[in-house]
């Protein structure tokens, strides 16, 4: 199985400042198609998990400008500028590629 | 509106079995993979099964196969996770997720199951 290490953040992370979540998957997740299958989601407290962004660095339908993906094969970052009260709770990233998919064990944001 | 709206969850001994349903609306069913994700408490996400449009394809991961089923009744817009053998290890809330292609882009609010004895 493909494994998911996501990085812990500096918390709790000013308002207004930026902040990035970082995400290792154990093999690369470029396919054959030039497409990365790496995504985004945010679960805020008391919520289901929401779609942030798809295929790396795609940001999904009403998702803020203010995040934003990029990596390589095995590296990804998920960044947020001027972090709002509405960014606070838990990253995940997820492996797409194959199955059985995984996801990363979540990073906490907190606002200060 | 896209909706999800999962239930069917409660209090069941191990070694029982329950079924989860999920009622869908505001999309064609139909033309979307559909799949469960759990999530034990305090823990994080957990894959659980995906379905395809028809129904033929079928994907578990190896915690879950054998003992669960996922299905789906296109007609009404439907979604089910039948679970066997149940074991405390499954206590979680269980979440329905549309999946339009290599992502899950709606997630309904969850069912919460508790396998204890």
């Known amino acids: 199985d493909i494994v998911m290490t996501q990085g812990a953040l500096p918390n709790p992370v000013p308002s207004g400042e930026s902040a990035s979540i970082t995400c290792q998957s154990s093999?690369?997740?470029?396919?054959?198609?030039?497409?990365?299958?790496l995504n985004w989601y945010l679960q805020r407290p008391g919520q289901s998990p929401q779609l942030l962004i798809y295929?790396?660095?795609t940001r999904a339908s009403g998702v803020s400008d203010r995040f934003s993906g990029s990596g390589s094969g095995t590296d990804f970052t998920l960044k947020i500028s001027s972090v709002e009260a509405e960014d606070v709770g838990v990253y995940y990233c997820q492996q797409f590629l194959e199955y059985p998919n995984t996801f990363g064990a979540g990073t906490k944001l907190e606002l200060k | 509106e896209v909706q999800l709206v999962e239930s069917g969850g409660g209090l069941v001994q191990p070694g029982r079995s329950l079924k989860l349903s999920c009622a869908a609306s505001g999309f064609t069913f139909s033309n979307y993979y559909m799949a469960w994700v759990r999530q034990a408490p305090k823990k994080g996400l957990e894959w659980v099964a995906t379905?395809?449009?028809?129904?033929?394809?079928?994907y578990y991961p190896d915690s879950v196969k054998g003992r669960f089923t996922i299905s789906r009744d296109n007609a009404k817009s439907s979604l089910y996770l039948q679970m066997n053998s149940l074991k405390s290890e499954d206590t979680a809330t269980y979440y329905c997720a549309r999946a339009p292609s290599w992502y899950f882009d709606f997630w309904g609010p969850g069912t919460m199951v508790t396998v204890s004895s």
């Open positions: 093999k690369s997740l470029l396919h054959s198609n030039g497409k990365t299958y």
């Open positions: 295929w790396m660095s």
């Open positions: 379905i395809s449009t028809s129904g033929s394809r079928t």
